[in-house]
């Protein structure tokens, strides 16, 4: 039988196994989830500003947060993620596939189209304004001008009203290619958990929703909880996959590798909580439930049930390292 000795086995991966490091390790999900985040945010903010608009409560500080020529407007960052990742450079061995290609060029034009209604806004309530106060002071020889500045002001409203349809129609286009290309892509973890941590957004899109929207990509919904669920194993994030790997079971996923899988995040859990001999239940279902899983969860579990020599106290210290030595040997067989 494995010993466990005080101070013995104190893990290397202590801030992995506490979920102590940051999703961005994974580089190009991670962007696809930057780029997912500022879209449904862009979304959420045309939104309303289409319905301040028809109240006509819309304000310039308002359209400066949507769309602008700096990083603190959410279309200008979106744009620049997107050529980031969809243009590769000149002479490089990465090249964008059409979806890809089609997608940034959508945001492009999202963008673009959105900047001349901000453009017209401004005519209407800065310069409008101006101009009128103005020509009550300037001589005849202006008048002209004046003339030319009302022409310009006159076709401002038709314009703002067909750059807002133009800008939604292009918002709705957009989202549509965003979602193809996750389906071809097969979105991994990271952007999978994101989905499903705004999925009440997606379904304020309309259709399809979350659901529909995991079927495409993985295959079917159960089977994108179950991505997420190990994802979060993985980012040491042990209650939320817990939560997502009970949605795939009712969703009518495998239960007996979620069953597996949930017994592993529910004995990590027990462990960051402190609650050592719970933890040790939950490991040992998941050790005796057949394959343990990758080595990557075996490594963490080892590390953790390793380090209980040094945390557990208490009269029934005896008895809990002694399941711990014997799940140790469940984990990593000797020999």
């Not at 450079?89 to 060029?105: M, Q």
């Not at 286009?173 to 999978?192: D, P």
Request: glycine letters at 10%; charged letters at 25%; proline letters at 3%.
């Amino acid at each position: 039988m494995a010993r466990l000795h005080r101070g013995a086995g104190v893990p290397r991966s202590d801030a992995k196994i506490r979920g102590e490091y940051s999703p961005g390790m994974a580089s190009a999900p991670a962007s696809l989830v930057d780029i997912l985040r500022e879209f449904l945010t862009a979304h959420e903010q045309l939104d309303q500003l289409g319905e301040k608009y028809k109240r006509d409560e819309l304000a310039f500080s308002d359209l400066k947060e949507f769309v602008g020529d700096s990083d603190t407007s959410v279309l200008f960052r979106l744009k620049e993620k997107c050529h980031s990742l969809f243009r590769p450079e000149a002479g490089g061995s990465i090249v964008a596939r059409p979806r890809e290609a089609l997608f940034d060029l959508a945001v492009g034009s999202l963008f673009h189209e959105a900047m001349k209604f901000r453009e017209d806004f401004y005519q209407r309530e800065v310069y409008g304004p101006r101009v009128r106060s103005l020509r009550a002071e300037a001589g005849a020889e202006a008048n002209g001008l004046f003339l030319e500045f009302e022409r310009i002001l006159s076709t401002v409203s038709t314009r703002l009203e067909e750059g807002l349809a133009e800008t939604q129609s292009l918002m709705a286009q957009s989202w549509g290619q965003l979602r193809v290309l996750l389906s071809e892509q097969g979105a991994e973890g990271f952007v999978t958990r994101f989905l499903i941590e705004r999925g009440e957004t997606l379904e304020k899109l309309g259709p399809p929703g979350l659901g529909e929207l995991l079927a495409a990509i993985h295959g079917d919904a159960a089977a994108g909880y179950v991505i997420a669920g190990k994802s979060y194993l993985a980012s040491g994030h042990y209650e939320a996959a817990d939560r997502v790997l009970a949605k795939a079971l009712e969703r009518g996923g495998d239960r007996d590798q979620i069953s597996q899988l949930s017994a592993y995040a529910r004995g990590m859990a027990a462990y960051l909580a402190g609650n050592y001999p719970e933890s040790l239940v939950g490991l040992n279902e998941w050790a005796e439930s057949g394959s343990a899983g990758d080595d990557s969860l075996k490594d963490l579990a080892h590390s953790a049930v390793s380090s209980l020599a040094r945390l557990v106290e208490g009269d029934n210290r005896d008895q809990t390292l002694e399941s711990a030595a014997n799940l140790l040997e469940k984990i990593h067989p000797p020999g």
